[in-house]
């Protein structure tokens, strides 16, 4: 039995919220949000070689997956792969980066099922980023 972090009741150390206060993973001595987490200790340029992130902070807020190699919910990287990113090669649904497979992309290079390219694009509705400056 352990005392929990915010209130001290005593609780069991595999509880998920305690019982008293509500407080999540109330054993732990210091608690950073929900999900899962991680980087690689090899660094370039001072991001990480691989950054996974499906986490929350506490106040709700996500994780950002920021690496060369960024896989998460909302990821920033060389490669990306997410569900919101922008990258150099991006798989996403949603994204902004040089070349992408996407749901929804703003790029150089695409294949997409809506989107807008600059140089080569595929998909259902893809528009030529020139083509639609012209209309304006």
């Not at 649904?93 to 600059?118: D, E, K, M, R």
């Amino acid at each position: 039995m352990k005392k929990c972090r915010v209130c001290r009741y005593e609780i069991s150390e595999d509880a998920l919220f305690c019982p008293n206060c509500g407080t999540p993973d109330p054993a732990k001595d210091k608690w950073d949000g929900w999900g899962l987490e991680y980087k690689t200790k090899t660094t370039f340029l001072g991001l990480p070689l691989i950054h996974v992130s499906f986490k929350y902070r506490p106040n709700r807020t996500p994780v950002v997956a920021k690496g060369l190699i960024s896989i998460g919910q909302f990821g920033v990287g060389i490669i990306n792969i997410s569900q919101f990113g922008i990258g150099v090669v991006s798989i996403s649904q949603f994204t902004i980066a040089f070349y992408a497979l996407a749901q929804f992309a703003l790029a150089y290079s695409l294949i997409a099922q809506i989107g807008v390219y600059v140089s080569k694009g595929y998909g259902q509705f893809v528009w030529k980023l020139a083509d639609l400056l012209n209309l304006m």
